[in-house]
């Protein structure tokens, strides 16, 4: 898929599941699950047991019905076998330049990790699509996007950390473009107990979120005072 088509389907959907496993199956359990929750997108990390081959099945079953994407990648050696096993999309944790420039060399789209000013501008820089604010929860969660937005008005940001059933639409009204979810929507003891219908009502639930958030946004500001 070309990048600007990943680009396109992840700010329609606003939602980054991001899967954290202890076993492949799991994982596609989990990817699955979000999948039948009405979320077409899954970030499987290199925590993930056996994390390459996962992507490389998911890639393989889905097509181009489910963006699969590989998380927690840390360097440009990790980001290049996920790439091979079929990853469409690349996230890291923190700011790795090499990876950034190395995403954007090879045409594939870059959720680059950064917390701070220095950080967002050098990812940008180098050529990150998204930037991926982690652990957003931690330093203030919607707050700190609201205020990030003053001074980067036209960079895309992906909060991570702290993004749940009751944040989710404050995030979206502070300006973030989608948001990544992890335990909040794939809850590790629902896959534990093989409950994979719990994941599908936590992404309902989430995509319901951000229809509606979004629709309010895009609502005229007198059609919203009167609950519109």
Known sequence: MHKQKVRERILEIGIVPVVRASSPAEACLAAEAVCAGGI?????????????????????QCGSDVLIG?????????????????????VSPGLHLQTVEFAA???????AGALTPTE????????????????????GGA???????GPFPQIAFVPTGGVNLHTAAEFLEAGA??????????????????????????AKKFVEIVKH???RLAAPSSTAKNGH
């Open 213 to 215: 958030t979004r629709v």
């Open 177 to 202: 473009v989608a948001l990544g979810i992890g335990g909040e929507l794939v809850q590790a003891e629902a896959l534990k107990a093989n409950k994979p219908e719990i994941i599908v009502e936590n």
């Open 40 to 60: 077409p997108i899954v970030e499987i990390t290199m925590t993930v047991p056996g994390a390459i081959e996962v992507i490389r099945q998911l890639a393989l």
């Open 120 to 139: 967002i501008m050098a990812a940008s820089e180098a050529g990150a699509d998204f930037i991926k604010i982690f652990p957003c929860g931690q330093v």
């Open 70 to 90: 590989a998380g927690t990648v840390l360097n440009a050696e990790a980001a290049r076998k996920c790439l091979d096993a079929g990853a469409q999309f690349l």
């Open 143 to 149: 707050k700190y996007i609201k205020a990030l937005r």
């Open 105 to 111: 060399k090879e045409g594939k789209l870059m959720l």
